[in-house]
């Protein structure tokens, strides 16, 4: 039986960098790091959410959260947009409308909350991992062809850990041999963020050519839902707004 969640008290830290409270009879102390979104804040809670053997899980919108029930209770706080869980952090995208000041309270105790009820991340059986995502193809798909190889090595040794450190992540979607043109999905901070195509161009771009002659370009893409998921959000936002 969950431990009842004591009303969590806030930490005395400018900006509101801080929310302690007792989560499944331990001190749950969550801190916050900005990341180069100013849309995305990371919300960490010194214990392990996804873990180092699960990959990641994006949720960029309410439709994906059901395997999650720490995703299904962040998403139902107004003002979240969508969510993406790392080994050890919790990235919270707003809409354009919400303030920070007014979220980071509730984000808060709706990952307190999560932690007192004993609930896992990820339901047993849902699908979570750095390529998760719909338009993906499986893995064995790959296994026989060396550039693939390298990238997908390239991106996870060089470019993937210094992504997570700002609370995003990239995943592999594909590669074309007659084009050379890598395709791929930016998740969690670096959705949307002004400064991913810089990134994906002046970093992932130019390591990826320097190492891989057969590669010629990369880009960014989107799942076909997500991009029918946004537009109905950008709608909903203007009807509240008028």
């Not at 949720?59 to 080994?87: D, E, H, I, M, Y």
């Amino acid at each position: 039986r969950p431990v009842p969640l004591a009303v969590p008290r806030r930490v005395a830290a400018p900006g509101w960098r801080g929310w302690a409270a007792a989560a499944a009879g331990q001190e749950l102390f969550v801190r916050t790091q900005p990341t180069p979104n100013p849309s995305s804040l990371m919300f960490i809670p010194g214990q392990a959410v996804m873990g180092d053997d699960r990959g990641s899980l994006d949720v960029p919108n309410a439709a994906a959260a059901a395997g999650s029930p720490l995703a299904r209770r962040l998403v139902r706080v107004g003002g979240v947009k969508g969510v993406f869980l790392g080994s050890d952090f919790i990235t919270v995208t707003k809409t354009e409308q919400a303030d920070w000041a007014e979220l980071k309270p509730q984000v808060f105790g709706a990952i307190s909350d999560h932690y007192a009820s004993g609930d896992p991340v990820v339901a047993e059986g849902a699908a979570a991992g750095p390529e998760g995502g719909a338009g993906v193809p499986e893995e064995d798909d790959w296994e026989e062809d060396e550039v693939v190889a390298m990238i997908r090595e390239l991106l996870d040794t060089r470019i993937r850990p210094a992504v997570q450190d700002d609370g995003g992540d990239i995943a592999f979607q594909s590669f074309c041999h007659d084009t050379g043109v890598v395709k791929l999905k930016m998740q969690g901070a670096c959705s949307g963020c002004p400064s991913s195509s810089v990134t994906l161009k002046s970093g992932v771009e130019n390591m990826l050519m320097h190492y891989i002659p057969e590669v010629s370009e990369v880009v960014q893409v989107q799942d076909e839902l997500d991009e029918v998921n946004d537009a109905e959000f950008r709608k909903f936002e203007t009807q509240l707004s008028n």
